[in-house]
């Protein structure tokens, strides 16, 4: 199994607070992403990072920022959350374009 | 409308069945993942695949390009194999970004 680990794996947090999700390999992959996961819609990419302090945007984006300072922690940090940021979230890392993607086991955060 | 599309979206079997869970998508690819989670657990990758056929133990996936299609094939289905099956595809234009089908839930009775 890849070496990916999530933590917190669990977390209930206050609306208004901030959080942060902590992704960390043991790979040495270049890429690492991060998902969301909500009934109706499949996987939905947040961010992700092609090098270590290089980010971008992926199609949901709003209210999530990232930080990459080292190539095996990847950490997505919510900054006031809100209800509609409850999910699931899982990391993934990959070595290139044509290489397989390896997921973490998910973190289940529920705001409240 | 989705870039990948799976069918069916929940699938109940017998076990000892052959199964079919299908992926239709919209956009030119580079390569195309399938993908498995259990309930409660992380998920899985079973393929990658940007031509032809691959077989793993009792898994095999196909994917014809021209079509933009692939199945997942799983032969003498068991319980264990009651998970949610995901397509992913990686866009030619999205590098190694992956879209993901909302997936298909497959029970298998005993």
């Known amino acids: 199994d890849a070496g990916i680990t999530q933590s917190p794996r669990h977390k209930v947090t206050e609306t208004g607070t901030p959080v942060t999700l902590r992704c960390h390999q043991t790979?040495?992959?270049?890429?690492m992403y991060w998902y969301r996961q909500d009934p109706g819609h499949g996987l939905r990419l947040i961010h992700y990072?092609?090098?270590?302090?290089?980010?971008d945007k992926g199609e949901v984006s709003d209210g999530y920022s990232v930080s990459r300072s080292k190539t095996e922690d990847f950490l997505l940090t919510l900054e006031s959350a809100t209800s509609s940021q409850t999910s699931v979230y899982f990391c993934?890392?990959?070595?290139?374009?044509?290489?397989?993607?390896?997921f973490g086991q998910g973190t289940r955060l529920t705001v409240v | 409308k989705n870039e990948v599309e799976q069918s069916p979206q929940n699938l109940t079997a017998q076990e000892g069945e052959f199964i079919t869970i299908n992926c239709s998508y919209s956009?030119?690819?580079?390569?195309l993942h399938w993908l498995q989670q259990h309930p409660g657990g992380g998920i899985v990758s079973l393929f990658m695949?940007?031509?032809g056929k691959k077989k793993h133990g009792r898994l095999i996936a196909t994917i014809n390009i021209q079509e933009k299609h692939s199945s997942l094939h799983i032969t003498a289905s068991h319980p264990r194999d009651s998970a949610v099956y995901i397509c992913?595809?990686?866009?030619?234009?999205?590098?190694?970004?992956?879209?993901f089908g909302e997936g298909t839930q497959l029970t298998v009775n005993p």
């Open positions: 993934a890392i990959s070595d290139g374009h044509y290489t397989e993607a390896f």
């Open positions: 790979e040495n992959h270049r890429y």
């Open positions: 990072s092609y090098g270590v302090k290089d980010t």
């Open positions: 956009v030119g690819i580079s390569a």
């Open positions: 695949l940007s031509s």
């Open positions: 992913a595809v990686r866009k030619e234009t999205s590098g190694s970004r992956l879209t």
